[in-house]
């Protein structure tokens, strides 16, 4: 493959070009991540039989010393390596390679709901902080008071949806409210709805008569400019259901820059991403029918709960996974929780049995 990149002809089509690109790209980093895997397990058993000769044959476990030291620093490595292999190995959906558009929307429960929705996106940016992605706020709706009522979030990176479909849900968040003088405990929720970001090797049809565009001035900061000029874009596209003829409208608003075409490009590749996923749930719906499945959780259901008092608790609806460590996790430590959906398979089914958090 990489042979064929270096023909005269080879950019003739961009297009054709780019798709290949993007598939020789995804096959090298399988084949360098096992390489690297592989490697490392090479140098460990190396390591073992240099840490065996310098014990002399000793078996006591109190043993020591600066090679059993550096045998369990190289196996911690090629264990971590080995299993993100497993990981992405579990991210062969459709579009699970792509980036990803994450938005949240603050429940019931004004102040408190919206300032744990300013939680929640903290929590994802630094997420996409520690795991390389690049990340970008192309919407936000301040709330009144405090926090937002509603953020859109861009991955931009390799397997970002993958990852992020874990995150589809209601989340639950119970503490002593700041937000309240009688130092009451309260229970609050904010929605995540995350979906692939196309690129420009993947064909949407957009029917132009269906789509209106509305321009406003933006607010919040970003100087002068935001609030004297109609930068800010509000796309609306009249939805219709292929199989039932159902219509739904699907809004869009961007405001990430002072550039009103550029919000316009970037609102119009969000429409293309949200009917992208649509589409792909349209073909898992009908594979989920012809194989009998039927899930029993679906967008729209709780499937988190972040317990701040009485004790410290996270814990997963899905995979029953639970963790004391509520601080690790409100600053983006999810690794773990997604990597036990995607073990399961990703299938959002609630795990039996697992015991409600009050």
């Known amino acids: 493959m990489q042979k064929k990149t270096e023909a005269p002809d080879f950019w003739n089509d961009p297009k054709a ?16 991540g096992f390489d690297k895997a592989f490697s490392e397990t090479e140098d460990l058993e190396v390591l073992y039989d240099f840490a065996k000769e310098s014990l002399g044959g000793q078996t006591d476990e109190t043993v020591s010393t600066e ?19 497993e990981m ?14 994450l938005t949240i929307n603050s429940g019931a429960g004004g102040t408190e709901a919206n300032d744990w929705s300013a939680m929640l996106m903290r929590m994802y940016l630094r997420w996409g902080e520690r795991n390389g992605y690049k990340t970008t706020i192309t919407d936000q709706q301040e709330g009144d008071e405090a926090g937002i009522k509603s953020v859109t979030i861009e991955f931009e990176g390799d397997y970002a949806y993958g990852y992020l479909k874990a995150e589809n849900g209601v989340h639950r968040l119970v503490r002593i409210s700041p937000f309240n003088a009688q130092g009451k405990r309260q ?8 979906y692939p970001l196309v690129d420009d090797t993947i064909e949407v049809n957009v029917d132009p008569s269906r789509l209106s565009w509305d321009t406003f001035r933006a607010g919040g900061h970003g100087g ?9 874009v ?15 409208e699907i809004l869009i608003e961007n405001t990430e820059t002072r550039d009103q075409p550029k919000n316009r490009a970037k609102a119009l ?14 073909r898992q719906e009908e594979r989920d029918r012809l194989e009998g499945q039927k899930k029993r959780i679906e967008w729209g259901s709780q499937i988190r709960s972040y317990v701040l008092h009485p004790y ?3 814990a997963d609806l899905r995979t029953g996974l639970k963790t004391a460590d509520t601080q690790g996790v409100l600053d983006g430590d999810l690794n773990e929780f997604m990597k036990r959906f995607l073990m399961q398979g990703g299938s959002g089914a609630i795990a039996e049995p697992i015991e409600d958090i009050d």
């Open 234 to 248: 509000r796309l609306r596209y009249l939805y219709q259901d292929p199989d039932t003829g159902k219509e739904e």
């Open 224 to 232: 002068q400019n935001v609030n004297k000029v109609e930068s800010g």
């Open 187 to 194: 229970t609050t929720f904010s929605s995540v709805f995350v």
């Open 17 to 32: 070009a780019e798709a290949f690109l993007k598939n020789l790209n995804g096959i090298k980093s399988w084949v360098s």
């Open 312 to 314: 410290k608790m996270v």
């Open 88 to 101: 992405r190995n579990m991210l062969g959906g459709e579009g699970d390679s792509l980036g990803a558009i």
């Open 67 to 85: 090679e059993t030291r550096e045998l369990e620093t190289e196996y911690g490595r090629a264990l971590d390596d080995i299993e993100a292999l």
């Open 269 to 282: 590749l969000l429409l293309k991403s949200r009917l992208y996923d649509l589409a792909m749930k349209k």
